[in-house]
């Protein structure tokens, strides 16, 4: 019997090489696993009818000798990210019985890598939210506790490695959107630098934030998935190659703590005492830990609140009706697009909408939208001066726990205070990962490190150290 809670990508390849199961074995006990599991936590939206075909066709490579290094590992997939042939709704309405007519740019890179693609999971309409409970199909439970969230918007995601369904899936971070439900359910999510993965064929909710990532059980695991998914392609103009940033500077394992930051309002205590002792875990490490001062950073929510939506108004300006897609009939052109729109966007779709329309509109695109490429610019520079002296930034990844089911829904701005220590990544494109760093009850708690640019290495050493893989 082939336990999926105890396998990592690592130890299910080794298995799979000295035949000690196959790939069908294997991939069969991971829809055994999402059968029992996901009955209550609701995260996936769809297992792949051809999973088992898939994994057949692996056996055969296999037997052939081949050696990737995702082959027969099943992986299963946001729902923003598009499948030759499958369904890719967004968690919306509007998109409901869209199938992609293409593999997006990481599916290809996985195929060929020989991975699996068991299905597709829940998540925040168009990645508007933090908990999964904007989806138009549902709320995704939190697998250590199913009164609570399992985070968003890639909730689905993490809860299928979270709650022992699948060894990996991936996700896509906007504004904390992978380390965050990460944080939640007690896993390894990864944001790379902005550029290191091609969004060509992911669902696009805020064009110069958005990089897909993994969500894995180890650091381990983490690094292997990015090494197979990044890459320049030439169908995302925004993709960078390995000679963007040096990365010949020495490791000197020294971690900025921004301590003001660190101990803003809301920040619950037992998030603030896990912080301290896994500051002081990375310094029984032999870690230096150095306080930093990064004055600008706690605006980045504010900066974040303003590009997001002003950016997703502009991309979901492409779900009409028209083209594909949920379509309602009006008297004329102009009533289809509004009653369409009306119909197939939730409510926080199109509050984000609303937003970004008005902060681009006349007389105010200045006052917002330029105030805010501005700010973006200062806390950008503040941070490649941290990383001047530091290695890495830490902080916590949130700042509570998985919060309860409903809580937050009536509370918008409450709900937007949980990406407070995960939007400044994106604002920047610099990378960070969550790791796991202990429980709060049954309640997993994370921890975030930040690297400058290009050093995903520096997050894989230090959290690999931290994890004692």
Sequence with gaps: MIDINTLSITKAREALKKGEFTALELTEATLEAIKDKDGEVKAFLEVFDDAITQAKEVDKR???????????????LKDNMLVEGKEATAGSKILKGFKSPIDSSVVKKLKEAGAI?????????????????????????NPHDLERVSGGSSGGSSAVVGGGMVLVSLGSDTGGSIRQPASFCGVVGLKPTYGRVSRSGLIALASSLDQIGPFTKTVSDAE??????KGQDEMDSTTINEDTYPTNKSFSKTIGIPKSFVESDGVSEEVKNNFQESVKKFESMGYKIKDIELPHIKYSLAVYYILMPAEASSNLA??????????EDGKNMIEDYFKTRGKGFGKETRRRVILGTYVLSSGYYDEYYGSALKMKNVITQELQKAF???????????????FKVGE???????????????????????????????????????IELLADLGREDNLFRAGKEFLGE
């Design 224 to 229: 292997l998935v990015y090494n197979v998914i």
């Design 408 to 446: 937050k829904t009536n509370d918008p701005l409450s709900m937007y205070l949980a990406d407070i220590f995960t939007v400044p990544a994106n604002i920047v494109g610099m990378p960070a990962i969550s790791i796991p760093s202990g429980f709060s009850g049954k309640l997993p708690l994370g």
């Design 62 to 76: 296999i037997s052939n000798q081949e050696d990737l290094p995702l082959l027969g590992i099943a992986i299963a």
């Design 318 to 327: 492409r779900f009409d009706g028209v083209k594909y897609g949920l379509h």
């Design 117 to 141: 693609i068991i299905g597709r999971t829940n998540m925040d309409e168009f990645a508007m939210g933090s908990s999964t409970e904007n989806s138009a199909y549902g709320v995704t439970k």
């Design 388 to 402: 001047q002296e530091v290695d890495l930034i830490m902080t916590p990844t949130t700042p509570t726990p998985a």
